[in-house]
């Protein structure tokens, strides 16, 4: 993969150590779709490349397909489906339960988890969920009762949906242990991540009576095509097909072609996965090329080892979050003294394996302007910048060297500047 700057892959592809070590050229590796579980995010965060997802491409599909593996177990529509065309008329055979009035349990109350949410409430069903990672208050607005244990979810679920991330603490949550504390008959619902579910025990509870079935569209390995849950009869599979539909895979693509070019560009990327913020606003972001110039300039200046780095947000800006621009300055300021490729995803890291301490201050008071990012060092070097006019130009509006002769503030800055907050002159110019 000498040469390639970008890796784009499906969830098939294994994206491990060994291939990153290949991919010397390697800026960004783009998932197209949202699981993660294909690719060593660890190993590319340490070697400086982006990981991007499309995280909200097949949400609506993923929603869809658990309500129709939810009502596919409910009436035993795929067994009924396979009896009739074998010859056989079986309608006793094949009763099922209304969902109306049933407990839904939902573990992980993410994107696709509220909007399963929402669609089992038009079928009138009561709704309970176990995230310990969603504000209560959130969860009440949609109608969703917050349970404190998975084991007292399951306790009281008629039916049970699984939407948690998979991690290493996820991996195996719904053990045979939980399955023990199941409302007798419970029904188990899969069409989130595999291995969340230990198969095996899942398979002994059904055997054996104690849950009422399950409908399984992931599995802890894939592709599966032989497993003890195959020969139970009240168990539905689908093959991982919660993201299979014609909108998902379109809307996949183009999410991941435009996270790469941004990627590709040194722009922030929104669906980066090992960058140290989350969010860009519409404020913000037309602050970062002056972010990440303030960081360059400011090195040249500080002329030196540096130990701490401290950037103040000033005035409107200090009300958002910041912590891109963060990324900006280290990112800059970092570029012109190491060999390595500096990036959004690496250059904590490499501030960290320096001793550089980074602190991020913020205030109202922006002084003489609207909007002010300062960038100071230990040595007393810093460097001041602001956006001016309509255009949002980029202005070094004050710095000063480390002091190894005598410190001043540049010139222009000592000038009056136009675009000063309260002047009535500023016109266009004003600042933001």
Known sequence: MRGAAALVIRSATQVDAEVLAAGTDLVVVGRA??????????????????????????????????MALLLAQARNVPQADADL??????????EGVELHGKTLGIVGLGRVGVLVAQRAHA???????????????????????????????????????????????????????VLAHAKPGMRLVNAGRGGIVDEQALYEAIRDGRLGGAAIDTFATEPTTESPLFGLENVVVTPHLGASTAEAQDKAGVTIAE????????????????????????????FLPLAERLGRLFTGLAGGALSTLE????????????????????????????????????????????????????????RDYVNLVVVRGDQGAHVAGTLFGKAEAPRIVGDR???????????????????????????DDDPR
């Not at 993660?36 to 070697?47: F, G, I, K, Y």
């Not at 074998?86 to 094949?94: I, L, M, P, Q, T």
């Not at 410190?407 to 907050?421: C, E, I, V, W």
Request: include cysteine; proline fraction near 7%.
């Open 259 to 286: 996270q790469v070019v941004l990627a590709l560009r040194g722009d922030f990327v929104p669906f980066a996965v090992n960058v140290a913020a989350s969010e860009a606003s519409e404020t913000v972001r037309p």
């Open 85 to 94: 065309k074998a010859g056989n008329w079986n309608r006793s055979r094949w």
């Open 33 to 66: 779709g949202i699981g993660l579980d294909n690719v060593d995010v660890a190993e590319a965060t340490r070697r400086g490349v982006m990981v991007v997802n499309a995280p909200q491409s097949n949400v609506l599909s993923a929603a869809e397909h658990t």
């Open 311 to 366: 950037i103040t947000y000033e005035g409107e800006i200090a009300d958002y979050d910041c912590r891109v621009l963060t990324l900006a300055v280290l990112k800059g300021v970092l570029a012109p003294v190491v060999d390595e490729p500096v990036s959004f995803v690496n250059a904590p890291q490499i501030a960290e394996q320096r001793g550089i301490s980074v602190r991020e201050t913020k205030s109202s008071d922006a």
């Open 123 to 177: 079928f009138g069903m009561r709704l309970a969920a176990y995230d310990p990672f969603v504000n209560p208050e959130r969860a009440r607005q949609i109608g969703v009762q917050l349970v404190p244990t998975i084991e007292e979810l399951v306790a009281t679920s008629d039916f049970l949906s699984i939407h948690a991330t998979k991690t290493p603490e996820t991996v195996g949550l719904v053990n045979a242990e």
């Open 401 to 427: 060297r480390a002091p190894r002769g005598p410190p001043a503030l540049a010139p222009h800055a000592r000038r009056p500047q136009r675009g000063r907050a309260g002047d009535d002159r500023a016109g």
